[in-house]
């Protein structure tokens, strides 16, 4: 092939394609450095792109969890602090009953403490029907409760296994304690309950027992929830690992290319004057 062609100028068909290499990588860097991720799409790195969009699924349904375990936890702490109520209120319930298993209280001194343990009762009652979270209750089943009474079963992981919470019946425990004026007005009847095997003293310590089941579940929400946040973390690193771009070393290459991008241009302007000289032949 003549060097000396006005018809194919192969130094310019270099230079072009010099030219066309620097700008596509340009285009790659300059996407790199706008969007801030190595792999933006598929286009990029099909393989980790995919990856990448599993991992963000992970991440997302996670968070789906947390959110849900977060609701449970309203819901477990105001069940302990009805409970907790619950067995204060009872404990002092249990000092008038001692006062009442004495034959020697009788006349108006029998008929006060009679109303203050009836007064009692009422907010056990009252402790009962209030312990509702966002419409559900695990230990309000009484008449007139609020919120609906129903074990929990909440999603605690991405693949939506759950964890169960059972009911406790606030019902049973305050019927148990709702003593008749029969009942209330023997002081052999009263000291029976409160002695070691006794309703009363049987239902303190279901109370009790439920405090640590609620205590446990709360521990266990919140120890999930915990892990969740710690796992979502990791599954960043590791996202960012494979698709975030490196942007200080982009900034450098995309200077670099910009500046081959320059002398490319000045290179084929060059080339497409070369042919120029030929016609000083026809002069």
Known sequence: MSLNSVITNVGAMIALESLNKTNQAMSVVQKQVSTGYRVADSTDDGAAFAIAQTVRSTVGALTSANQQLGNVQGLLSTSQSGLTNISNTMASMRNVLVKLSDGNVQGNDRTNYESQYNSMLANVKTFVQDASYNGKTLIGDLTGSTGTFARVAVARNESGSSYGIATFSGSAIYGSIAFTSTQMGASATIAALITASGTFISKMNAIGQELNTIGSATNYV???????????????????????????KESAQLQALQIRQQLGTQALSLANQAPQSLLSLFK
Do not use: C, E, F, M
């Open 222 to 248: 919140t120890n999930q929830i915990s892990y969740n946040h710690d796992k979502i973390d990791s599954l960043n690193t590791g996202l960012g690992a494979l698709v975030d771009a490196d942007l200080a």
